[in-house]
């Protein structure tokens, strides 16, 4: 391949090209992973003694009584106009197109939310740490950093429900709003929507929080060793501006590499955590499709998870495209 | 001459010998305390004798070591070996038949009356100490790498096997003299031998070049054998119940492996006529004495296992014994045979190392202090895992009192207190390491075997299939892991083994990647050009030079991976998609979360397992961490 550095055009290009392909393989894998069950899948969704003229009219519904690559292409269209196929059990024949809105709301919410807040903080404690690097704060929040980071998400929410439920009765952690929400005036509404969604948001972000900030330390503490970082010493600059001006914007490129990386393991990560606060987002209807085996709404779940890492992926490459002018392909 | 002049000689001063003398003896104290104890906490007089009998094996065993250290006088050697070996005899049997306790497991007959086969248990029971003294002996030698003369060592050899057949011989006899599932054991040893020494032809014929095509034959023909041997075996067997036909069972087929470890090999060279470029003698015999301390290992787990309190967690125990018996002997070998490839002293082909020795990574390792505190950690886990089941000291799936619906704090009776129907949550948390590190282990080595696969055939190959594995690994890389496991568990079902097959399937990518760049970069090295122009072919090239190239970086990834598989592990047992039949960390939290013990403040029951999880992980992340910053300095992730 030539060393040519690409443009903008050509990159954003590129990717889309790869966008596609990989979102063509994951609608595919979709389709074939829910039909490679051994035996016919239908008679997995129903109890024993269903009628077979029940049967069979679920099945045309599903359109599963078509011969196999009929079903297939028929998905692939299906899925790119939108339609996502009627849910089984959850809420028996309605499209799964109108279940999912609020669903998707919810856990963009939580997941945008969590993942901003946990970069926005590991950033600032990871430049601050770094900045002290082998002092007893460095030592103490490292360590720190490091016992958290080893902490699984649902371990934190489990925690702070215990402390909550202890110490701050009366503290709401089911479901994303109270039940009287339509009673309420614009600014109770405000508030209690940050009050249910206080804690999932904390659980979804502490643990990456503690794997930025060991990021950013190290990364910062690489670029700090940089001749450049001792000319601007030389030169009698303040010390925050070095650190501001010079070190952060280096040190922040393979963070963003990482950060990118780690979108699907917080999207992963509010699967959980909205099982355990009943948070009705994308990951509790998941949870409620495997308890249902109510196949379509899992397939269409799992799609939209994907999806959404996938274009997190996307957006992530072209920011560290903008950000580092040495990236290539 | 005396002792001390003797002493004088060694390169290791008998001072300096002290301390190890001393910790290997109480070490080996407390498990033969433990041994005999049973798991009980309260040690009585006969347990303490037991203990004090193991320790002075111990003893004996490092004191022939350190004799075996002594130059050339080989009479002098032998005159002190037989009367090593003679006194360990008397010992044996004088303590056998004095304490009561060993009395139960060994004699079959009543202790006053001496029989044939009282005798033959006591002959055995010596034979078996014996062996495990010589091997132990010359096992702790040949990995410290000591040297000896080669008479001493063939002397030893001679004895070990005389040993051996002789425990072989009597065990054969007192099988047949008891009618104790007779049949089975002997079937049973027979599939373990044969399936087990798979293992070493393997490595045998992989190690001989020139032939691959009829060492893979070779290799078919064996395995073939073993599959029907097992099926036949198997179709006619009863489980064995009691526990003194256990631990004869175990020793049986422990031996019979070593045995057979030891043999094969040969037969196998001799029969495909290949000529090997190592002494296949050395090798098998190194590979059978590793084989036979891993088979004795195994025995006492069966022993124990095999006692454990309820029938839902006996055959589930069973099981995880397998396992980890299965893991020790398949992977030590292999292991310790690459080791030896990469650091040995192998003249006949140096290859060329990306790293320094075993010995610089370890002296590397020991001063990170991270890395130390996870060692530490994940040993004392491993302890848990292993003995934890003896250790604890109820059922832990026994109600204590069916209708009681209150969780008990902590008491004097129950450590960690108790959860619903009042279980011992201390139990629950002793039997639950053993699963989370089993399933975490396992799941991290098949995702390891995985990206390997992946990430060397796409680096070597390059072309197409660079292009198309990697698409595929973008892939996985892209699908979000956990919903993909539930997707994943949803359709296949939930059992022990479906969650680790899914873990591995889920996580492989990140290994992918990082092994073929490693191959991208190692394929650009001149020796692998020079190596194609002399004609190697292409499985030559990736199995002895690639593949030990990258070896370090896959041991470092495979590490952070079993971290990740042991938070996944938790995550689907938490989540209710675990094997409903097994206790876990995982499972223990499950139920916790399912009787709202958050909500009920019952934190004794929620602690134990959630800092279980966290620690175990933590030692995992901290290890791999370190590992990696030794072995690929260049390859920062994370």
Known sequence: MAEKKLGMRDFLLRKLIYLFITLFLIITFNFFLFRVMPGDPIYLLFPKGATPEVIAEWKHLLGWDQPLFTQYFVYVKDTFTGDLGISFKYLPRTPISDILPPYITKTLFLSGVGVVLSIFLGVIVGREVAWRKGKMFDKVVTTTAIIMYSIPAFLYALFFIMIFVKFIPGWPFWGAVSDNFGDMNIFEKIFDISQHAFL?????????????????????IDVMTEDYILTAEAKGLPDRDILKKHAMPNAFLPVVAVIAFNVGWILGGTVMIEYIFTYKGL????????????YPLLQACFLLETITVLVANFIADILNFYLDPRVEI | MNISQMLGKFKMKPLKAAPYLIIFTLVVAVIAILVAGKGSLVIPEKQIVAGIFGALIAALATIILLLLKAPDNTQKIIVWLFTGYLVTFFIVIFVFARIPIWEDYWTLVEPTTIQLETVFNWVAAAFIAAAVIFVAALVTMWILGLKTQEKIQKLILCITIGALVGALVTILLLVRETAVGAQESILKSTYWVLVLALVPIEISLMRMPNNPQRGILWTIIFSLVATLITIFGFASMEEVEDAQSIIFYGAAAALIVALTMTFIPLFAVWFSSIKPRFDPRKMSWRMGSIALVAALIALFIFAWIEAAPSQKLVLYGSTSAFIIVF?????????????????????AEKIELTIGKSKDVWGQYKHSRFGMFGLIVLIIVIFIAVFGPTLAPEDPLEPKDPGSQLPQPPS???????????????SQFLWGARISLIVGILAGLLSAVIGTTVGITAGYFGRVSDEVLMRFTDFFLVIPWLPLMIVLIAIIGRSFWVVIFVIGIVSWAPTARVVRAAVLSIKQKQYIERSIALGSGTSHIVTRHIFPNVFPIIVATTILLVAEAIFSEAFLDFF?????????????LERAHEYNAMVNWYWWWITPPSLGIIVLIMAFYLIGDTLDDILNPRLKRR
């Open chain 1, 283 to 294: 990951g509790y209807l998941t949870w409620e499709a495997v308890l249902g085996y109510d």
């Open chain 2, 412 to 426: 004097s009776e129950y450590w960690f207190g108790t959860d619903f129907e009042d279980k011992d949550v201390w």
């Open chain 1, 200 to 220: 999932p948001v904390i659980s979804v972000a502490i643990e990456s929080l503690a794997g930025f900030a060991l990021i950013v330390r190290s990364s910062l």
């Open chain 2, 327 to 347: 893991l020790m002997i398949y992977l030590l070998i292999p292991f310790i045979e690459l080791m030896r490839n990469l650091f040995g002293r192998s003249k």
């Open chain 2, 576 to 588: 209710g998609l675990g094997d409903p039949n097994v206790v876990s960390w995982g499972w223990m």
